[in-house]
C-alpha cells in the first residue's frame, strides 16, 4: 500500500482534524451539564463520552464506553468494519427487571464507579438520543438458564431440591437474572474512596496509561471518566425483587475472575470451587424464601492480571511452595500482594438496594471491611467447606487465614505456614527439548 492510499484511508474515516484534547471554555468544550449525585435522572444528565463530530463539544465525560473492548471499536473503525458515526438501535434492549430507584442512586457518597441511570437511559434520555447525542447503556438486565456440572451433581444426590421456578430439572438448569455493569467513574468519589487528592488520582491516571487521557489533566471540570477496565456481573436466583427487601434473607458471594480455576479448573487455588459453593448456597436461600446474588468481577489475579500470574506461579513452584512465603512470592514480583482494592466493590450493592447481608460467602477481609464500611453488616460469614478445598490449594487458603482471611477453624501460626507444602513439578520436565 502506499502513502497515497494510507491518507485516503484517513480521510475516508476522519473528515475533521485531529483533536489531542480539549481546555475549559473552549468552543469545542461546551458540555452537556452533568450532575453527579442528582436523584432525578433528568437533572442528573446523560453521561457522554462519544468523539464523533456531532458530540465531540457535548462530551462531558473522559475515556470510552466498552472498558477494555473499546481499542476492539477502534480496530473495526479502522479497518472498515464499522463507521465511526454507527449508532445502536436500542429496539427491544430494554431491562428483563425494572430494578426500583434507590436513595443511593441519588448519593454521590455511595455509587462513584458505575452510573445508577445507565441501564435505563433510552427510557430517562430519550430526548438527547432524539437529537442525535450519542448516549450509551452501560448497564444491561437479562435473564437466562444456566447449568453448571456440580450444581447438577447437587441436584442428582438430592442436596438441592427441583422446584420448577428457581431450579427447573434433573438435568440441572437454573434460572437466573443477570446484571452486567461497565464501570463510571466520578472522580472526586473515587479519590475519597481511596483518601487520595483528585489531582493526583488523575494525574497518577493520566501517566500510567501512556498518556492516554490528557483530558484527565486539561479539563478539570470534567468529573467522569469511564476506565479501561473490565466491569461486574450480578446472577440474581430467586425473584429479583427481593434483593432489596429488608424483610427478606439475603446470601451473596462477592467473586474476582480467576480464569484458570473458575473455568478451566485448575487446582492450585480454591476459586470454582468457592464460587460453586456460592451459587449453590445463593440457591438455597432463594429456594427457602430468601434471595441469592453472586457478583463476579472482571479482576484477574488479583488484578494484577495472568501474566504476573504465571510468573508467581513459577516462581513458588521454582523456589519451594509453602505457605509461609506465599504472598512475598506476589509482592516480589509486582510490588504488592493484592491490587483489587475491594473500596469500589460495594457500590453494586447499593445500586440494588442491598441494605444488609445475613450470609456473606467470603472469607476475604477486604471485601468484609469494604461492604461494612459502606454501612452494610454482614450478620455470618461463612467459609468454604474443607471438602471443597484442593489439596494444592492449601498453601494459597492457609496464607489467606493467617493474613486475616475469616475462619471457623483453628489460625495457622507462622510454624505452621511453614509446613504448609504445594504440590512440586517433580514429574515434569523443566526443559524444552
Ligand atoms: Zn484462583
Known amino acids: 500500500m502506499t502513502s497515497t492510499h494510507i491518507a485516503a484511508g484517513i480521510a475516508d474515516r ?12 473552549q468552543s469545542v468544550a461546551n458540555p452537556i451539564p452533568l450532575q453527579w449525585g442528582e436523584s432525578n435522572p433528568e437533572e442528573r444528565g446523560p453521561v457522554i463520552v462519544s468523539r464523533s463530530k456531532n458530540n465531540l463539544s457535548k462530551r462531558n465525560a473522559i ?13 473495526a473503525i479502522a479497518s472498515g468494519q464499522l463507521d465511526a458515526d454507527f449508532r445502536p438501535n436500542f429496539l427491544n434492549t430494554q431491562p428483563t427487571f425494572n430494578f426500583p430507584a434507590q436513595a443511593a442512586w441519588g448519593d454521590k457518597k455511595k455509587i462513584v464507579a ?12 430519550r430526548r438527547h438520543l432524539e437529537e442525535g447525542v450519542d448516549v450509551r447503556p452501560t448497564i444491561a438486565v ?7 456440572s456440580e450444581i447438577s451433581e447437587a441436584i442428582n444426590i438430592g442436596r438441592l431440591p427441583i422446584d420448577g421456578s428457581i431450579v427447573l430439572n434433573k438435568q440441572g438448569d437454573v434460572k437466573v437474572t443477570k446484571v452486567a455493569v461497565e464501570p463510571v467513574w466520578y472522580l472526586p468519589g473515587v479519590a475519597e474512596r481511596f483518601g487520595v487528592d483528585e489531582t493526583l488520582l488523575r494525574r497518577a491516571l493520566f501517566e500510567h496509561t501512556g498518556g492516554n487521557y490528557p483530558e484527565l489533566i486539561t479539563r478539570p471540570d470534567m468529573k467522569v471518566f469511564l476506565p479501561p477496565i473490565g466491569g461486574l456481573t450480578v446472577y440474581i436466583f430467586g425473584d429479583p425483587e427481593r434483593v432489596s427487601d429488608p424483610n427478606v434473607r439475603l446470601a451473596l458471594r462477592v467473586h474476582d475472575e480467576c480464569n484458570g480455576s473458575d473455568v478451566f479448573q485448575s487446582d492450585i487455588c480454591t476459586c470454582r470451587p468457592y464460587l460453586v459453593f456460592g451459587i449453590e448456597e445463593a440457591i438455597k436461600e432463594a ?6 446474588v453472586v457478583i463476579y468481577f472482571r479482576k484477574e489475579g488479583r488484578a494484577l492480571g495472568e501474566v504476573v500470574k504465571y510468573l508467581v506461579y513459577n516462581s513458588r513452584k521454582r523456589g519451594g511452595d509453602t505457605a509461609d512465603k506465599y504472598f512475598q512470592r506476589t509482592e516480589n514480583i509486582a510490588g504488592t500482594k493484592d491490587m483489587r482494592f475491594q473500596a469500589l466493590m460495594p457500590d453494586i450493592l ?15 477481609n477486604m471485601k468484609y471491611d469494604a461492604i461494612v464500611e459502606q454501612g452494610i453488616p454482614i450478620h455470618e460469614r461463612v467459609p468454604i467447606p474443607d471438602e471443597l478445598i484442593p489439596e494444592d490449594s492449601r498453601v494459597e487458603i492457609d496464607a489467606k487465614i493467617h493474613s ?3 475462619s471457623a477453624g ?5 510454624q505452621d505456614l511453614k509446613e504448609v507444602k504445594g504440590r512440586g513439578w517433580e514429574s515434569w520436565e523443566d526443559v524444552t527439548h
Open 14 to 25: 476522519y473528515s475533521n482534524r485531529i483533536v489531542l484534547t480539549t481546555y475549559p471554555n
Open 63 to 75: 475515556g470510552a464506553h466498552g472498558g477494555s473492548y473499546a481499542i476492539y471499536t477502534a480496530l
Open 114 to 125: 458505575m452510573d445508577p441511570f445507565g441501564h435505563a437511559i433510552v427510557r430517562y434520555y
Open 142 to 148: 437479562t435473564r437466562a438458564t444456566m447449568r453448571v
Open 287 to 292: 429456594q427457602n424464601g430468601g434471595s441469592g
Open 350 to 364: 447499593h445500586w440494588l438496594g442491598i441494605t444488609k447481608v445475613d450470609r456473606m460467602l467470603s472469607m476475604s
Open 404 to 406: 486475616g482471611y475469616f
Open 410 to 414: 483453628k489460625q495457622p501460626t507462622e
